[in-house]
């Protein structure tokens, strides 16, 4: 099983830059699709980016598509997700995600605690 921790989150104002990280542990994530969603308050808990094994197939949803990218970094058992020009209905608890599988708007599979990601216009 592996455990997954995010960091990086805070406040920031729109039009600005963030860059969230998720470190994983108990298990290499070689073999895992890797993730991130995002929930606000009262908001079902939605798909942000994925990327595959190998770091080359990348998905994104709509609303973040040419401003987050999502890398990873095999060897340190780490994702990243940077976000550019952030905007106020970015504000959300930002979810690691690790799955067997490929990722799919479904939320399933292993999580970290969130991290906090405020955007003030």
């Known amino acids: 099983q592996v455990q997954l921790v995010e960091s990086g989150g805070g406040l920031v104002q729109a039009g600005g830059s963030l860059r969230l990280s998720c470190a994983a542990s108990?298990?290499?994530?070689?073999?895992?699709?890797m993730g991130w969603f995002r929930q606000a308050p009262e908001k079902e808990r939605e798909f942000v980016a994925s990327?595959?094994?190998?770091?080359?197939?990348?998905s994104y949803a709509d609303s973040v598509r040419g401003r987050f990218t999502i890398s990873r970094d095999n060897a340190k058992n780490m994702v990243i997700l940077q976000m550019n020009i952030v905007k106020p209905e970015d504000t959300a608890v930002y979810y690691c995600?690790?799955?067997?599988?490929?990722?799919?708007?479904?939320?399933?599979?292993?999580w970290g605690q969130g991290t906090q990601v405020t955007v003030s216009s």
């Open positions: 990327i595959g094994w190998g770091g080359v197939v990348r």
């Open positions: 108990g298990r290499s994530i070689n073999t895992y699709f």
């Open positions: 995600n690790a799955k067997q599988g490929p990722i799919t708007a479904t939320p399933e599979g292993y």
